[in-house]
Nanobody, 124 residues
Framework: QVQVAESGGGLVRPGEFLRLSCAAS????????IGWFRHAPGKEREAVSC????????QFADSVKGRFTISADRANNTVYLQMNSLKPDDTAVYYC?????????????????WGQGTQVTVSS
C-alpha cells in the first residue's frame, strides 16, 4: 500500500529552523515525486516544494526560496524539508504527497497520495 507520513513539526521562534521528514512506504523514491504543501487557517493550501529523484529536479515556492531546501535519502526512502529562518507566516499544517508519475510539480492536483500532516508553529 502506497503511503507517506510526515513528522518533525513543532513550535519554534522566528529565525529558528525545523526539519520535516516524509517517510514513504509501498513505493520507492526512484519512481515517485514528492511534494510538500502547507495549509494555514483562513488561507488556501499552498505549494512549498517538490523533488524528483529520478529527474534530479527540485522546485520551491517564491515564499520559501533561499530559506528551505529539500533532499531525498534513498536508503531510508525519506524526503526531508529543511526549513531555515522561519517566519510567523510559515505557520501551517505541512503535508507531503506523492505523485506516481514522478513529476516534480507545485500543482497539488497532480498528487495522488497524501499524509496526515504535521503542525509547524512559528511564534515568539
Amino acid at each position: 500500500q502506497v503511503q507517506v507520513a510526515e513528522s518533525g513539526g513543532g513550535l519554534v521562534r522566528p529565525g529558528e529552523f525545523l526539519r520535516l521528514s516524509c517517510a514513504a512506504s509501498g513505493f520507492t523514491l526512484d519512481y515517485h515525486a514528492i511534494g510538500w504543501f502547507r495549509h494555514a487557517p483562513g488561507k488556501e493550501r499552498e505549494a512549498v516544494s517538490c523533488i524528483s529523484v529520478t529527474d534530479k529536479i527540485t522546485q520551491f515556492a517564491d515564499s520559501v526560496k533561499g530559506r528551505f531546501t529539500i533532499s531525498a535519502d534513498r536508503a531510508n526512502n525519506t524526503v526531508y524539508l529543511q526549513m531555515n529562518s522561519l517566519k510567523p507566516d510559515d505557520t501551517a499544517v505541512y503535508y507531503c504527497a506523492s505523485d506516481a508519475r514522478g513529476w516534480c510539480s507545485l500543482r497539488s492536483e497532480w498528487y495522488d497520495t497524501w499524509g496526515q500532516g504535521t503542525q509547524v508553529t512559528v511564534s515568539s
